[in-house]
């Protein structure tokens, strides 16, 4: 069993930055693809933005221009700066990380939230 330890959650002001890290418990674990998904109050879970251990990228169309994700291969951590925040950017946050195709696992989830 994996356990997906995240940190970086918290209150900020609109146009304002935070970093959310995302560390797999278990060394030496191959993993294919690393992310990030947000589920607000009263909507669904959603893709925030991905990263394959090729270094290929995926952003929603919401947060392009202003998040930027990241992974550490060697250390099974993927990260997701984010600036400009908005206030419709509140959510819960939650990583994901593929071992495989037929293999997930989620974090326990950290909450983001943007008001003045």
């Known amino acids: 069993q994996v356990q997906l330890v995240e940190s970086g959650g918290g209150l900020v002001q609109p146009g304002g930055s935070l970093r959310l890290s995302c560390q797999a418990s278990r060394s030496g674990l191959s993993i294919y693809r690393m992310g990030w998904y947000r589920q607000a109050p009263g909507k669904q879970r959603e893709l925030v933005a991905d990263?394959?251990?090729?270094?290929?990228?995926s952003y929603a169309d919401s947060v392009k221009g202003r998040f930027t994700i990241s992974r550490d291969n060697a250390k099974n951590t993927v990260s997701l700066q984010m600036d400009s925040l908005k206030p419709e950017d509140t959510a819960v946050y939650y990583c994901r990380v593929d071992q495989n195709i037929l293999i997930t696992y989620w974090g326990k989830g950290t909450l983001v939230t943007v008001s003045s």
């Open positions: 990263i394959t251990n090729g270094g290929s990228a």
